[in-house]
């Protein structure tokens, strides 16, 4: 879920991780979409966590049963492998969290069920020549991030005609992500820009620079006039912490916005972000002990952990310790064997297992939804991706799953719009995109 830098890419994922690291994004990478639609957290750990539908995935590749059911050994032998790597610590214990005012979480166990097709209708079913990977879905059911993630690539949205590019002038290192109808780049160099008519090839406009050495600018997330970020700071005797920093849009000097924190979230209910504690300097992962609230420099608590588990702190294998975008949030449960979503206005949560032998592959969080993919390693084979995608609906309580043609990757939602790509299994194959409208 993280990477430490600390935030490191998870092993589940595809060769090009690499790739992702630097660009910002990846096939199958779970990615921070913006104040509207946050990338859930992965959730091999789920993106925040990890969690994932209660039904039994479908192989992505259609091998043979013979196959398959030697697939589901590996799996089965390899899960207790990678426990510990998922969620140290995690499952010893435990992550029972409750609010700030000592009101426990209390999840109801929730199963999944097909979305019937009379509920949605297709914007987008096209194969887009390229492998690709998504940061995001518009307002209008249409996907966006890098065409072509694996070699030079360009950003591009994803239309029934293929990739079109985003806009004239954007950097090939960084991301790009949404704030309402609006969509943003952020460079690795620092540099902000505004897309003007996203797939009208027009020239982007530059924004605020961001100061140098601002940290991990793959992290940044925009909303609210600022964009937030992260980055690494020494806190003397060879410990190193995060600290979150944000600057206005329009430009002006840069603020600080909580010591030990990370994972910025823009929700409803505030700028929330995990807390951290100072690790050993080139530490693999950041240890996250809670989730803030920041307000006037300050972090002040939402949602806690048990005493013993806070000391500890967890850790996840994935892109962000948790995921949160308007009312909606993730949470990593039981070592990341399962899915918490929480409705922020009204805090009622439920939990939705994995399917046997997979961790969320990727995430995404939008007013008062959650979408989500999954997938899981079988050695010698590679990536497997399940067929699902699964969407739940938070103000009406249930979750409910589309069957991609092939394995499903990278997902964003956009309030009643979801996009996926979709492939032969593996990451390096998803070419095609889908999107949808739900009519409720």
Known sequence: MFSNQPIHTSSTQDCGAASRARSGGAAFGLRRLGAGTAAVLLMSGLAVGTGLPAQAAVPAQGPSRELVVAMEQALDAARSAVTDSTASGAKKAGLNWSWADGAAVSPQEIKSSELPKSDYVTKVDHKQGVASYLEGVTQDGLGFGRANSIDVGEWSQYTTAGPKKLAKGLPRDGQAMRDGNTIYFVAESGQVFRINEPGKNKKATKLVKLPNGAGDLNKAVIGGGRVYWEQEVSVGKGLTSLEVRSAPLKGGASRLEARNAAGVQLTDQGVLAASVAPSKEHDSGARYTGIVKLSGGKAEPFLNLPETAAKKGFTFDTLKPFTASGHSLALPQDGG????????????????????GMNVRTASASEGRVAWTAGGDVPPEGTVSSRRVFIADLDQGVVRTVTAPKGAGGVAVNGQHVAWFYGDGGPASAES????????
């Open 337 to 356: 064997k399962n899915t918490m979503v929480v409705n922020l206005r009204t805090r009622q949560a439920w939990e939705v297992k994995n399917p046997k």
């Open 433 to 440: 995109m889908q999107s949808i409208e739900l009519n409720r």
